[in-house]
């Protein structure tokens, strides 16, 4: 049944009676849509659709899909019309203890006041977050070695301050890409905002543009990019990250859009030919979808990959080198690969005459053991010294180099920026700030930021971003390689730990 302009609104009894894979409709915010055809299609498998078929769907639809995903993808003939909702029945959810107990810690989550470090939100967002979308959020490849070194690499690396130095005056303020900032941090890619917060990454784009940050656009956002472009306020800057479509008409419609819209920056990520096995997420079971990889539904492909794999299978594996001039031919806005991981490619992309890169390893969630960003670029930058490529010689092409991954002080940023870097992109912190306080806690994250890096540079004898080099840094722990030392275990038994916000009493 198709209908494409209905004269009354469906009932519940009607839209329930197609509840199987030969016929399956599904309400999405009041309104009914034909997706039979579409099961062998969906990126998630069959499983989540058909335990929905018959049923109202938006609660599952929300977090994962942009709301305009339906009108976009899926033809006009099967869009059947409004629902009377009063008709649809409503199932009784089982009562899940750990949901009532997510509720009282959310109840008892300390002030916002308490957060004194992003490490502090990541705390409170671990026991307020549905476990679902902390697993998506929090999750690393295999045995998350990346992720954790991501943010252990930046403590091999030491200060070597000035002093006496006229430090009243800190001026944190440079340019990105062409674009002033009021820091060296941008707010990176993160996917599935409305896992965290149901307003989701608008909450990013509204405290970007309070603090003066750019704000790097999703591919896979839970809001529509024109919703997040349409948050954007007066002259702020957004960048759109990019998983480039196996079908290059659609890649090139997004980004056409994406500079009609104004985006300043096109950030081709590269280290994601396939996404890597994330296994917190994988326990998860996304919503009990796809656990088994042997199924008797007809969907064959294994789609125990948790939230990660059912929102990526277009992504395009056979990406190359040969792609940059098409993309250079098809905008004119700066195009920088994020997901460089070693200075060859690097090099490479200089040949390639792309605006930068970004030295990234998806932040530990793509290939275990890959090395750390901050680690890439101690090894990048004598190197292109040494080659007389940094800084640009006179006339050159314009070459910007970001890392991101692990960065969770100033003192980060500023240990980056002495080595070469443009600047740093930082994710996990500001959803975890959001998840937990909403745009409050994204603006304090980065107010903290802003007060440490002032206090920092203060501190090395640095009076504004232009006067960070190599020599303030000591970077010969990198260079020692990923070895331990024995611990001190009679300073560690006496040592007073810092310590996480204090939460209120339950009630």
Not at 87 to 96: G, N, S
Not at 365 to 382: C, H, K, N, W
Not at 412 to 419: G, Q
Request: aromatic letters at 6%.
């Amino acid at each position: 049944m198709t209908r494409n302009a209905p004269s009354k609104k469906l009932s519940g009894a009607e839209v329930a009676m197609h509840n199987s894979k030969d016929s399956c409709w599904v309400i999405v915010h009041g309104k009914a849509y034909d997706v039979t055809e579409f099961l062998p299609e969906h990126p998630g498998g069959q499983k989540i659709i058909l335990k929905y078929a018959g049923k109202d769907a938006t609660e599952e639809f929300d977090p994962i899909h942009p709301p305009d995903t339906l009108e976009k993808y899926l033809d006009g003939s099967k869009h059947l019309g409004e629902v009377d909702m009063s008709t649809v029945e409503r199932e009784e959810k089982a009562t899940d203890p750990e949901e009532g107990e997510r509720q009282k810690m959310i109840q008892s989550k300390p002030d916002l006041e308490q957060c004194f470090n992003l490490t502090d939100f990541e705390a409170v967002a671990r026991r307020v977050m549905k476990k679902t979308a902390w697993a998506y959020y929090s999750s690393g490849a295999d045995d998350e070695i990346t992720m954790r070194e991501n943010h252990a690499a930046f403590h091999r690396i030491w200060f070597r301050p000035r002093i006496l130095r006229n430090v009243e005056h800190i001026d944190l303020s440079t340019t990105m890409i062409g674009t002033p900032v009021s820091i060296p941090f941008y707010v990176t890619a993160t996917a599935l905002g409305k896992l965290g917060h149901p307003e989701g990454e608008v909450v990013l784009t509204r405290a970007a543009h309070t603090h003066q940050v750019v704000q790097m656009i999703p591919t896979l956002a839970s809001c529509s990019f024109d919703e997040i472009v349409d948050a954007r306020q007066g002259d702020q800057v957004q960048w759109l990250q990019l998983y480039v479509n196996k079908n290059r008409a659609i890649t090139k419609k997004i980004v056409q859009h994406a500079e009609a819209r104004g985006c300043k920056g096109l950030f081709i990520t590269v280290d994601a030919p396939q996404l890597g096995r994330r296994e917190k997420d994988m326990r998860s079971k996304f919503s009990d979808v796809g656990s088994s990889v042997q199924n008797s539904s007809g969907d064959n492909v294994d789609r125990s990959q948790g939230a990660a794999r059912a929102i990526s299978s277009f992504i395009d594996p056979a990406l190359s080198w040969d792609d940059i001039p098409w993309f250079r031919s098809i905008t004119k806005m700066p195009i920088l690969l994020k997901g460089v991981q070693r200075k060859e490619d690097v090099l490479k992309a200089i040949e390639a005459e792309v605006d930068g890169v970004v030295l990234s390893n998806h932040g530990g969630r793509q290939l275990d053991t890959a090395p750390s960003g901050i680690e890439v670029l101690a090894e990048v930058m004598p190197e292109l010294r040494a080659r007389g490529l940094y800084p640009r010689p006179p006339g050159a092409p314009r070459f910007e180099i970001f890392i991101d991954g692990g960065v969770r002080r100033a003192t980060d940023i500023i240990k980056a920026i002495c080595l070469g870097a443009t600047g740093v992109g930082i994710g996990r912190p500001f959803l975890y700030a959001m998840s937990a306080y909403g745009e409050a806690g994204v603006g304090r994250a980065m107010q903290l930021l802003k007060d440490e890096m002032e206090m920092g540079m203060r501190l090395i004898g640095a009076r504004s971003i232009a006067e960070l080099n190599p020599e303030l840094v000591d970077t010969r722990g990198l260079a020692a390689g990923h070895t331990s030392i024995p611990r001190d275990m009679l300073s560690e038994n006496v040592y007073d730990s810092l310590r996480q916000p204090l939460w209120k009493s339950k009630l």
